[in-house]
């Protein structure tokens, strides 16, 4: 070889070279900055050429560019430092000084190239890579693949080439090829997408109209995830964009990209429901085992994928330490071959990112499988309660379907994560053995022993967790349905003063869930130490085999062995957690199967047939009908029934004579026993107790129905809706509380009536809809709605108010579950006692009004005339319950609605909170001590593994230092010291847990029970239940593992950091920089994770709520036939739930990857600084005991992120919890220095001076300065139109709501200055709504327990119960559903009678109470309350004038204000007062609707 030519070969000129190049890279790359620089005084905006380079980064690859620069800068730096620090510590030749040279002008070339990509190219809009970077990159594969050449020239020419030198030029090749592919022959592709983006890309081409409709939030991208390459899925680049967002702002739902089809309910249900059909039918057929296959179904290319990452992750984790041995023997000097280290280090690097990748995947996928299920099953359990029986939905409360799919649907998504644990603990158990076997031979046997001893030691805690588990589950049904339907009645329970006394019912039954959970808890903590002390016992096991055996041990095998047990521990240490998974799991199928199982009404109790198709509307034949088939006594017998087009018929009967079970039946909601029932056209149904779902006036009213203007006017109209959209701040758009809980009980029924009008059905069912309105408004209705706009339509009306029946063209007269009369009013009024006793009550209380009544009636008539009076022209205004009275704070106050979006913190979760926790049990004084007993059991675990790594052999041919008897005994000492600190540390984490989430349910609770009345009105009680349920149980079982599993990771990190730098210092010249970088990572990650996390939260409620609506109204849904609307809206919630669930998975992948990135690189930089060091200079022992820890370091590091990133995203429920135990409390309910006496109110006197009432601050008046005195022992009655302030009135009598101003006196005392529950215990109310809780008769007359049977027996006489409640077979312990569902309205209403009967109160409060019975059963309640009340303050608002007839005195209501006051008579001899006109308005309409025909 000449001069010339071997110059050409030798480093020198080959560096020289590459230096001059990087060195010109680099001062044209600073020029071209200076120039940048200096143009940029033109100051042209980059914003919308910015936006077109986003759109064609992804045709560029400019992150893989950028990615791929920084890496060729990073790698060039690692090599210069360890050129600088390694290879040539002894001295330097110039070829060496020229080639440090060149690596130090790589990494600074490299790395502007990256800073302009990222800075200057960035924002200059370009579509391609500039000329002169892509003429760069020709260059760079030139002078690569040249120098390549040379090295294999050189090597056949049997010179020595340097290692580094062949890796640095391989690596600068693979990265020139890339280059030189984005650069050239990407282009073309990237310019023509560029071009045909181009004109859609111009905003001003598309009107914002058009586009603007169709957005939903978040509905204008789907997921990047559906259309990522390959590197992009690998690396989990898609999820960028997203946390991007997330680090500039605060995430909103309408950031958050929707889910791919695949992963949306919408289309994962079709699938699902086919497969479920195919196996067994939607209904009774529906086994676990069925509903599994019909799972695995929905994901199983998922599940197979996933199995196959499970496999690749496990088979590469057990790389490493079946190369540890061998690595021990290379650093002991025991080459055999060349560049072996190299080849190690490069084997255990390779492994750790296979693994990294694999499981990644494997992680992420199994979430989407999670998300997938957990929306179909949600799914499915709602479509299932839409059709629901009645006797099914009777054994399932609202609160335990809703605990199926916030509880049970929750754990199936969460059980994708253990999917494939069992067959992997085989498949590890498996590969341990080999490689134990490979070293330690037949010792490995014992090694499997052992581990079988342990599973076993631990079945009976599976067994008992299992048990745990079942009556765990089963108690928090127990509360949550309970607390749900408490929820429910709050109301009713404030102003009877109950609710701590049903408070203390939740602490009870939380008291028994506690019992189980801490039994739970405490059977997991002994698991979990049985677990964490497997690798010791296994250690001790194996090793004395060994030395039993006789089998020499080394030191490279013994860390080999403790590196395998290590790894064998995590699937030993998940057993238990899977195993306690499948059972939780398990039970949840059961529960789900079972209640998909349930009868689903009948579908053929109704033959429908076609609009028009016939004269007849509706017909029974022989009609037999029961709630229980298999109940001797029938619900309805005999019924025979028809109802022709347009004919309008009316029920009535007494109480519980089965009107609203007819109507039920012509809706198909009872079972039939036997006869025809045919229904003709279309049906609209108006329910006895009004349903409103959460939502606007006007989404209600139009019920899924397109907007018709005027149709929606006249309805409006004819509903007397008007003046109360007119008051309302937001109209028709005032967004209606939880079952409408803004609006009083007749603007309620109003809106049901118009919900009813406006759907133009063909048959109407009203089931007493008049009666919650007052008596001038049911006249409007009546008259307007059913003879005006329906008058062409088939009524079915049951009426309570005889004053409705001869408009009917048939009255059908009931008893006993038996029509006993049909006909025409004049044809049936003298052929039966029936109907005659029922018209009789009406005369009767008709006759108060005397003989005034025929000058009153013509007198109206006249005024009707001539003009309007004083009192037609009151301005309706919304009564008690109106948008004023719930808002309860400034964010009210602000934006106007009742209903708030559900605050969310934002931004980052404070130190503050965890302190909290950790400090809310004595005051933190147990966590020292948990961090103790870790630092102690992580000391004497890397003790033990020192000391039996420095006292055998690093070969067998080598003494060692101690006997073999000493060796294992210090060993097995150690060990057993670090078990009892694990132990130790366990059932104090379990304790303190415990403790905190007892202490956090208790305060929580006792908040929401003080809460005043308005916070109920403005929560919804889905926010209040998901709190109850879903976060009490992440504080209950999750977030004190979290906290202690950080803290554990860090304190193992810190002493593997520790041991691997006792071997080499230099480690930290990379350690730094990455711990650095991964926090960076974190910080970046943590915004947008920490809203995602919030998101979850806030989009359950609403789904929950929903479901309960849905639940409570499915009867009312069925009859419009619109379940399939409602199953719509479910799913678009639930999608709404998982799109933030699915990226919260996403963005934890992102990272996990990072950071395992980080730690590999982390780990080969050790390996290679170990083989770098010249033989003798380590104990090869203790490297390899470092390597050993560097093995678990990926794992570690991104175990101790991803605990903290999880646990920010728990602590959240905590955070939540907390928001609502910092409730603004009601007045103390006792006030110790000023109780009133045990008798009072001993007269019953009641003082009213001057009192203003408002509902918040910032609203107007509703009573503006009422004076007046209700007399001790006498009868008043409360009069005036719906809004007038009737019920304000008796609200703040009770001080539901404080007055602004004024007072109210009861017998001397001012009710504000005595504590609430000294107030209310000593009134009594009837309310409006009667309310019954389930349990037991008893327990819903006495509640408080504390009155005898015989006084319980007594009321019951009283109040006409008795023969009811004797008839049942528990008799005072017969049972009541939910919500008193198996009693009827108006008995319902006379169990309220009777606790007012045993409470004996001097003041008594009637608010609307006789509203759902008849007149017979209204003049019996009036009857019983003035034999028993006769001495007491009676005080009542009724909608019928004849109730309040018969006061002492009438209080008339008119805008806050009183009109009138006087004793009836003096007022209806006064024929001009507001009082004789709204008498003279009853009487008309009743006596003369008889010619309405």
């Not at 008893?815 to 109907?835: A, C, E, P, R, W």
């Not at 009275?885 to 979760?909: T, Y």
């Not at 005195?1449 to 209806?1468: A, C, R």
């Amino acid at each position: 070889m000449d001069a010339g030519t071997s110059f050409l070969l030798r480093p020198i000129f080959l560096h020289g070279f590459s230096a001059s190049l990087h060195l010109v890279l680099l001062l044209s790359l600073i020029i071209s900055w200076v120039c940048k620089k200096l143009k940029a005084s033109v100051g042209q905006s980059t914003e919308g050429s910015k936006e077109r380079f986003n759109k064609s980064k992804r045709v560029l690859w400019y992150k893989q560019t950028l990615f791929c620069c920084l890496g060729v800068s990073v790698f060039n730096l690692v090599l210069s430092l360890l050129s600088y620090f390694y290879w040539n510590r002894n001295g330097w030749s110039d070829d060496e000084l020229v080639t440090l040279l060149d690596l130090v002008l790589r990494t600074l070339g490299w790395g502007a190239i990256s800073v302009y990509l990222h800075t200057q190219f960035f924002n200059s809009g370009e579509p391609k890579f500039p000329f002169l970077l892509r003429v760069w990159w020709g260059f760079y594969l030139s002078t690569s693949c040249y120098c390549l050449v040379i090295d294999i020239v050189l090597y056949y020419k049997q010179f020595t080439v340097p290692i580094q030198y062949v890796v640095s030029d391989v690596f600068s090749v693979i990265t020139a090829l890339f280059f030189c592919y984005v650069g050239f022959l990407r282009k073309h592709v990237g310019e023509d997408t560029v071009l045909l983006q181009e004109p859609l890309l111009d905003g001003n081409n598309v009107s914002d109209d058009v586009v603007s409709p169709i957005k939903t939030k978040g509905s204008d991208n789907v997921t990047p995830f559906s259309k990522a390459g390959f590197i992009s899925i690998l690396t989990f680049s898609w999820m960028g964009s997203l946390i991007a967002d997330g680090n500039k702002k605060t995430l909103e739902l309408e950031d958050v990209p929707q889910l791919d089809s695949g992963d949306s309910v919408v289309g994962a249900l079709p699938i699902f429901r086919n497969k479920l059909n195919a196996e067994c039918g939607m209904g009774s057929g529906v086994t676990t085992l069925k509903l599994v296959k019909a799972l695995f179904f929905l994901g199983w290319k998922d599940i197979l994928l996933t199995a196959f990452f499970a496999l690749v992750t496990s088979s590469a984790s057990f790389v490493g330490p079946s190369l540890i041995d061998t690595f021990v023997q290379y650093l002991n000097g025991k080459q055999k071959f060349k560049h072996e280290g190299y080849v190690l280090v490069s084997a255990f690097f390779v492994a750790k990112l296979v693994e990294c990748l694999s499981q990644r995947q494997w992680i992420f996928r199994l979430q989407q499988v999670g998300v997938r299920v957990r929306a179909v099953i949600i799914a499915v359990v709602y479509n299932k309660s839409l059709t629901l029986s009645c006797q099914a939905m009777q054994g399932h409360t609202s609160g335990e379907i809703i605990n199926l799919m916030t509880v049970d649907a929750e754990r199936l998504g969460d059980f994708t994560w253990y999917i494939h644990d069992p067959w992997l603990v085989i498949v590890q158990v498996g590969l341990a053995f080999l490689i134990l076997y490979k070293n330690l031979g037949l010792s490995s046997v014992a090694t499997i022993f052992a581990t079988v001893v342990v599973m076993l030691v631990n079945f009976p805690f599976w067994r008992m967790q299992e048990k745990f588990q079942d009556k765990l589950m089963e108690s928090k049904d127990k509360r949550m349905k309970t607390t749900s339907e408490i929820l429910r009645s709050m109301r009713i329970l404030k102003l009877q003063g109950w609710e701590m006394k049903f408070l203390s019912k939740i602490i009870e039954l939380r008291k028994c869930e506690a019992g189980w959970l801490k039994r739970h808890l405490y059977c997991t903590a002994m698991a979990s130490f049985i677990f964490w002390s497997a690798p010791s016992f296994l250690s001790v096991v194996t090793f004395g085999a060994c030395m039993i055996l006789g089998i020499p041990l080394s030191s490279g095998k013994i860390l080999s062995a403790i590196a395998t047990f290590r790894i064998l521990q995590v699937p030993i240490y998940a057993l238990p957690d899977t195993i306690s998974m499948i059972i939780q799991t398990k039970v949840s199928l059961d529960r789900i199967a079972s209640f998909i199982r349930l009868d689903d009404l009948q579908p053929d109790v109704v033959e429908r047939l076609p609009r028009g198709s016939s004269d007849t509307t509706l017909e029974i034949i022989d009609g037999n009908f029961s709630w229980d088939l298999t109940s001797p006594n029938k619900t309805l017998k005999d019924i025979n029934l028809k109802v022709l087009h347009g004919m309008k018929v009316a029920v009535c009967g007494t109480v519980g004579s089965g009107k609203s079970s007819l109507l039920s039946c012509i809706l198909g909601e009872i079972p039939k026993s036997s006869g025809i029932l045919k229904l003709c056209g279309t049906k609209a149904y108006v329910a006895q107790s009004p349903w409103i779902q959460s939502g606007t006036i006007q989404e209600n009213i139009l019920f899924g129905k397109e907007m018709d203007r005027v149709r929606y006017d006249v309805v409006l109209e004819a509903c007397s809706l008007k003046k109360d959209l007119e008051i309302f701040a937001f109209g028709d758009q005032t967004v209606i509380g939880e079952r409408g809980i803004n609006l009083s009980g007749g603007q309620k029924q109003r809106i049901q009536i118009a919900r009813a009008i406006y759907q133009d059905a063909d048959v109407y069912m009203f089931d007493d809809p008049f009666s919650a309105v007052d008596a001038h408004t049911g006249s409007h209705l009546f008259k307007e709605v059913l003879l005006g706009l329906l008058s062409s339509k088939t009524v079915i009306y049951v009426t309570h108010q005889v004053e409705f029946l001869p408009a009917a063209d048939q009255i059908l007269v009931m008893k006993d579950g038996k029509i006993t009369q049909v006909g025409k009013y004049s044809d049936i009024l003298n052929s039966g006692t029936d109907f005659m006793e029922l018209v009789g009550a009406h005369k009767q209380a008709l006759s108060a009004i005397g003989s005034m009544e025929e000058g009153l009636v013509s007198e109206k008539i006249m005024e009707d005339r001539c003009g309007p009076t004083r009192s037609s022209n009151v301005v309706q205004k919304e009564e008690n319950k109106n948008v004023q009275n719930d808002e309860s704070d400034e964010i009210a106050e602000l934006k106007g609605q009742l209903v708030q979006e559900e605050e969310r913190e934002k931004g980052k979760v404070g130190f503050s909170l965890y302190w909290k926790y950790i400090t809310a049990v004595y005051a933190g004084a147990l966590v020292p001590f948990i961090l103790l007993a870790q630092v102690l059991f992580q000391t004497l675990q890397i003790g033990s593994n020192y000391w039996i790594a420095w006292a055998t052999p690093v070969s067998e041919d080598i003494k060692p230092p101690v006997e073999s008897s000493t060796l294992i005994f210090v060993f097995v000492i150690l060990a057993i010291g670090g078990s009892f600190c694990l132990l130790a540390r366990n059932i104090l984490v379990v304790t303190t847990g415990y403790k905190t989430a007892t202490l956090l349910f208790n305060k929580m609770h006792m908040c929401i029970f003080r809460a005043p009345m308005s916070f109920f009105d403005a929560t919804p009680s889905g926010r209040i239940l998901n709190r109850a349920s879903t976060d009490q149980s992440a504080v209950d079982l999750n977030i004190p593992m979290q906290i202690g599993g950080f803290a554990f990771n860090i304190i193992q990190l810190l002493a593997i950091i520790t041991v691997m730098s006792q071997v080499a210092w230099q480690v930290f010249l990379v350690f730094i920089p990455v711990i650095s970088t991964c926090i960076w990572y974190q910080q970046y990650y943590i915004s947008s994770a920490r809203e995602l996390s919030r998101l979850v939260g806030v989009c359950k409620a609403p789904v929950i709520q929903h479901f309960a609506e849905t639940i409570s109204g499915s009867t009312t849904i069925r009859s419009f036939d619109q379940e399939s609307r409602f199953q719509n809206t479910n799913m678009k919630l639930m999608d709404g739930y998982s799109r933030p669930n699915f990226h919260v998975a996403g963005a934890m992948e992102w990272l996990c990857f990072r950071l395992d990135m980080l730690s590999s690189i982390t780990f080969a930089f050790s390996l290679v600084l170990l083989i770098s060091v010249p033989n003798g200079i380590l104990n090869p022992a203790i490297a390899g005991l470092a390597v050993t820890y560097g093995l678990n370091l990926n794992m570690l590091q991104a175990s101790a992120i991803w605990n903290l990133c999880r646990l920010e995203n728990k602590i959240i429920s905590v955070e939540r919890m907390l928001q609502y135990s910092s409730i603004p409390s009601e007045p103390p309910l006792v006030i110790e220095e000023s109780r009133p006496d045990p008798s009072w109110p001993s007269h019953g006197e009641v003082s009213i001076h001057d009192l203003q009432v408002r509902y918040a601050p910032h609203l107007p008046l509703v009573l503006r300065g009422l004076t007046c005195t209700f007399l001790g022992g006498m009868k008043t009655g409360i009069v005036g139109r719906t809004g007038s302030g009737k019920s304000t009135l008796i609200q703040t009598l009770f001080r539901i709501v404080e007055p602004a101003a004024g007072q109210i006196m009861i017998d001397a005392i001012n009710i504000s200055s005595i504590g609430l529950h000294d107030l209310r215990s000593r009134l009594s109310i009837i309310p409006q709504d009667p309310t019954m809780f389930e349990g037991t008769v008893r327990s819903n007359l006495d509640p408080l327990e504390e009155y005898t049977d015989e006084q319980i027996w007594e009321a019951l006489y009283k109040c006409q119960l008795a023969e009811e409640v004797r008839n049942k077979e528990g008799k005072l312990d017969s049972k009541v559903t939910e919500n008193g569902e198996n009693w009827s309205m108006g008995q319902r209403q006379l169990v309220c009678l009777g606790r007012v009967l045993l409470k004996k109160s001097k003041v008594l409060v009637l608010d609307e109470a006789t509203a759902s019975v008849d007149t017979a059963t209204d003049n019996l309640i009036q009857q019983t309350l003035r034999q028993h009340f006769s001495d007491c303050t009676v005080i009542t608002i009724a909608h019928r004038i004849t109730s309040v007839l018969d006061s002492d005195m009438v209080l008339l209501l008119n805008q806050g204000l009183i009109e009138e006051y006087d004793s009836p008579m003096k007022l209806l001899e006064n024929k001009s007062s507001s009082f004789a006109q709204l008498v003279a308005e009853y009487s008309l309409r009743s006596n003369s609707s008889s010619d309405v025909q």
